[in-house]
């Protein structure tokens, strides 16, 4: 999709627009594929609250659209997106806030893929208005490529934070140990674009120079995964951007 407002406002510290938006992501995720990429069902555990399976995630809740910036932390960023789907705030309000344990307060939450990447947020983020649990993108259903069948937005942070394929959600009342990712240094805890927090222990203007040489290479890598599997893999499982 063409950016209507190429110039309205400044894209974030080290970020540069990217006409196409590519499918993309850490190359040990660029051949994993949701099993189920309409499945509706979403898993909640973790220790502060009653485990659960929710059957229709979004229904009940109001659906909104959102138009984003996405902004890549290897610093790609692809302007105006138009997401559409539920409120994180309201989901979890629904579904979530009602088996928590007060005494215990949840203060981190997971988010699983179906592909086993995980990425873990501050729930204050989470809550912040604009993050989504979306099943649209420019008005058709999500692919493939972009997180069938339900994928988190949380613009403000990196596109590492926005969960494709989303299957579990865990919420605990400490930061979770272990890595969320193969590459420990990648694991800010926050994330947000704005402070251009990339990754812990090394200044994001720094990791700007490290990425943006991956970036051709990576695309083109996850671009030929999604090629290889639309060629192999049954027709009910989930449709990829039309190549
Ligand atoms: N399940 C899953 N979610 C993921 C990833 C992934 O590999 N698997 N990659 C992350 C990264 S690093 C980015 S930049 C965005 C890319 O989203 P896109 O493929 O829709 O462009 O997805 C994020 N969410
Ligand atoms: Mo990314």
């Known amino acids: 999709m063409t950016n209507p ?23 040990p995720y660029a ?25 229709s995630t979004l229904q009940g809740l109001e659906r909104v659209e959102q138009v984003s910036d996405f902004h890549c932390v290897t610093t790609w960023s692809h302007r105006a997106l138009r997401w559409g789907g539920v409120r994180f705030s309201d989901f979890y309000q629904l579904h979530i806030a009602p088996r928590t344990d007060p005494a215990l307060g949840v203060r981190w939450v997971v988010l699983r893929g179906q592909d086993g990447y995980q990425s873990r947020m501050l729930l204050e983020d989470l809550l912040a208005s604009g993050v989504i649990l979306a099943d649209t993108l ?20 990196y596109g590492y934070k926005s969960v494709k394929h989303v299957s579990h959600i865990e919420c605990w009342q ?49 671009a030929r995964a999604a090629a290889q599997h639309a060629a192999t893999k049954p027709a009910t499982t989930g449709d990829f951007d039309a190549r």
């Open 5 to 27: 407002h190429p110039e309205a406002s400044p894209l974030p510290p080290g970020q540069k627009a990217r006409p196409d938006f590519p499918r993309f992501g850490l190359a």
């Open 31 to 55: 051949g994993r594929f949701p099993h189920d990429a309409t499945a509706r069902t979403l898993q909640l555990s973790g220790g502060a609250l009653t485990p659960a399976v929710i059957s």
């Open 138 to 157: 420019n008005g058709r259903p999500l692919s493939l490529d972009h997180g069938a069948p339900l994928r988190l937005v949380a613009p403000a942070h």
């Open 174 to 222: 400490a930061e979770p140990q272990g890595p969320q990712s193969p590459f420990a240094f990648m694991n800010h805890p926050r994330g947000r674009v704005a402070h251009e927090e990339r990754a812990q222990w090394l200044p994001g203007w720094l990791l700007r120079h490290v990425y943006r040489p991956m970036i051709h290479a990576n695309a083109a890598r996850f």
